[in-house]
C-alpha cells in the first residue's frame, strides 16, 4: 500500500479530484480549431448559436490529443451541446446534434471513457482557474473557465462545488495516510493525528457550502434562487426525460447509434462526498440510496471511480475506531461524522430555497420539477442519507 503512487494511480491533485492546471490551458483556434470560436459565443441567443453550430469545419483529432487537453475539449463540449439541445427552450428542444461537434464529442468520450452528458467533472472538477496563480487555493482565488449562461449564478453554483473538493480533496492524503497506518503499524496517535487534521478539511467544507446563499454588497443572491431554478436548471436536465425525448435521447447527425439517454448533472457524482462515506464507514442502506450512489459512479472520471472501489477494499477505521475505544480517536472520528451530517443539512436546506420552493409554482422550463436533476425524489433520498449519517455517530 505505502509503495502504490496513488495520485497517479487514480488521477488525483493536491486538490484532491480536482484537475490542477498550471499554466492554464487557453481555448485557442489552433488547438481547439472552431470550437473555440463556440465556446467564446455560447452565451448569445440560442437560436444564434444554433446557426454557429451548424457551420462548424474545424475540429480537433481526439485521439491525438493530449489528456489535458481532452478534458478541456471534454468540459466545453459538454457545454456546447447542452446549448445546442436546451438553448431554445422546452417548446423548442433540438434531438439531433449536429456532425462534426456530435462527431468530435462521442469519439472523446468512448475513448477517454467520459460520460455524453454534461457532469460535475465537465463543468466543476475540469472548468475551473485561480485568479491569482501566486495564492493559495480559496473559494476567493478561484473562478470558472467557462459557462453557459454567462451568468454569475451560474459561476457560484458551480464556485461552491469546486471549492469544496478543492478544500475536503487536501484531506486524501490523511485519509491514505490513515490507510496506511491501519495496514501496518496501526499506531493509535498516529491515526489520531490523522483523523483530526481530516476533520478539519470537513469542517472547512461546511463553512464553504454555507457560502452557497451569500450575497452580493448590493442584496442580490450570488446564485439567485429563481435564476437558478427557471433558466439554468434546464442546462442539467440530461436526456433521460421521455416527455422530451420521446426517441429515446438525443442523437448525433449521420452517425448510427443508439440515442443517447444519461442523466442530468448532479453534485452527487462528487467522488469526495462518497469517499467521505467509505472511510468513515457510513453506510446506505436503502435499496433506492444505494443504487442511486452506486449509479452516480458511472458519472465519474473512470480512475475516480476506480479510486472509491479501491478504498473500498481497505480496512474499515470505524471497525478500528471501536475496537480500540479511546476517548480522543472515538471523538475525532465522530467529529468527522458531524461535519459531513452539517454539511448534509446544509445541503438540504439548500435544495430546498433552489428546488422545493418552486415546485409549486408554475414553471414551464423546468423538466425535472421537484425531481433532482439526478432523477430521485430529494425529499426523501435527501433525508434517508443524512438519517444513515447520523446514525453513524459513536
Ligand atoms: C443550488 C445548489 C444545489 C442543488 C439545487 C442541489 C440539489 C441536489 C439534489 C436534488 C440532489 C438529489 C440527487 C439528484 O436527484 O440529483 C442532490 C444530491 C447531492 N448533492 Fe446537491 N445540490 C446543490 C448543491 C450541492 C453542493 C454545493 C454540493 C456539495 C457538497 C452538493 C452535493 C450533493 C451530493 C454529495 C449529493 C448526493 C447525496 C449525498 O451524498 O449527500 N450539492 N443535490
Redesign the pocket.
Known amino acids: 500500500m505505502a509503495t502504490l503512487d496513488y495520485k497517479a494511480t487514480y488521477d488525483i491533485s493536491r486538490y484532491g479530484f480536482l484537475q490542477e492546471r498550471r499554466p492554464y490551458i487557453e481555448v485557442t483556434k489552433e488547438k481547439f480549431g472552431d470550437i473555440a470560436h463556440l465556446i467564446d459565443n455560447i452565451t448569445r441567443d440560442g437560436e444564434a448559436f444554433r446557426k454557429m453550430c451548424t457551420v462548424v469545419s474545424r475540429v480537433p483529432d481526439v485521439y491525438t490529443i493530449l489528456e489535458d487537453d481532452a478534458k478541456v475539449l471534454y468540459s466545453i463540449l459538454t457545454m456546447i451541446i447542452h446549448k445546442w439541445v436546451w438553448g431554445c427552450g422546452v417548446d423548442n428542444i433540438s434531438h439531433i446534434i449536429p456532425f462534426k461537434i456530435g462527431y468530435t464529442w462521442w469519439h472523446l468520450c468512448e475513448y477517454w471513457h467520459y460520460p455524453k452528458v454534461l457532469t460535475h467533472a465537465s463543468v466543476d472538477l475540469f472548468n475551473w482557474k485561480f485568479i491569482d496563480d501566486t495564492k493559495e487555493f480559496s473559494l476567493d482565488n478561484i473562478t470558472n473557465c467557462h459557462t453557459i449562461t454567462g451568468n454569475h449564478s451560474e459561476s457560484w453554483?458551480y464556485l461552491?462545488?469546486v471549492a469544496?473538493e478543492g478544500v475536503g480533496g487536501q484531506a486524501i492524503k490523511h485519509i491514505m495516510n490513515v490507510y496506511d497506518e491501519l495496514q501496518g503499524g496501526r499506531k493509535i496517535d498516529k491515526i489520531t493525528y490523522e483523523v483530526l487534521q481530516i476533520s478539519d478539511y470537513m469542517n472547512s467544507?461546511v463553512e464553504i457550502?454555507k457560502r452557497?446563499f451569500e450575497r452580493f454588497t448590493n442584496g442580490t443572491h450570488k446564485?439567485d434562487p429563481d435564476y437558478?431554478f427557471n433558466k439554468l436548471r434546464i442546462y442539467l436536465s440530461g436526456f433521460n426525460n421521455t416527455t422530451y425525448f420521446p426517441e429515446g435521447g438525443i442523437k448525433i447527425e449521420s452517425m448510427d447509434i443508439k440515442p443517447i439517454n444519461l442523466k442530468g448533472g448532479?453534485?452527487?457524482q462528487?467522488s469526495l462526498?462518497?469517499l467521505f462515506?467509505i472511510f468513515l464507514g457510513i453506510k446506505h442502506p436503502e435499496k433506492h440510496s444505494n443504487d442511486?450512489?452506486k449509479e452516480m459512479r458511472d458519472y465519474m472520471p473512470m480512475k475516480h471511480k476506480l479510486f472509491l472501489e479501491y478504498c473500498e477494499k481497505l480496512p474499515s477505521l470505524r471497525d478500528f475506531v471501536e475496537s480500540q475505544d479511546d476517548h480522543a480517536l472515538t471523538s475525532y472520528y465522530s467529529i468527522c461524522v458531524e461535519r459531513l451530517l452539517s454539511?448534509?443539512r446544509v445541503?438540504i436546506a439548500?435544495?430546498h430555497t433552489?428546488?422545493m420552493a418552486f415546485v409549486k409554482k408554475d414553471s414551464s422550463t423546468n423538466v425535472n420539477k421537484e425531481?433532482?436533476?439526478?432523477?430521485?425524489d430529494?425529499n426523501v433520498?435527501?433525508k434517508n442519507?443524512i438519517e444513515d449519517t447520523n446514525r453513524a455517530v459513536i
Open positions: 453554483f461552491i462545488m469544496i467544507c457550502i452557497n446564485c437558478f448532479s453534485a452527487a462528487s462526498i462518497q462515506d442511486f450512489l454539511l448534509r445541503h439548500i435544495v433552489y428546488v425531481k433532482g436533476t439526478g432523477g430521485t430529494p433520498f435527501l442519507v
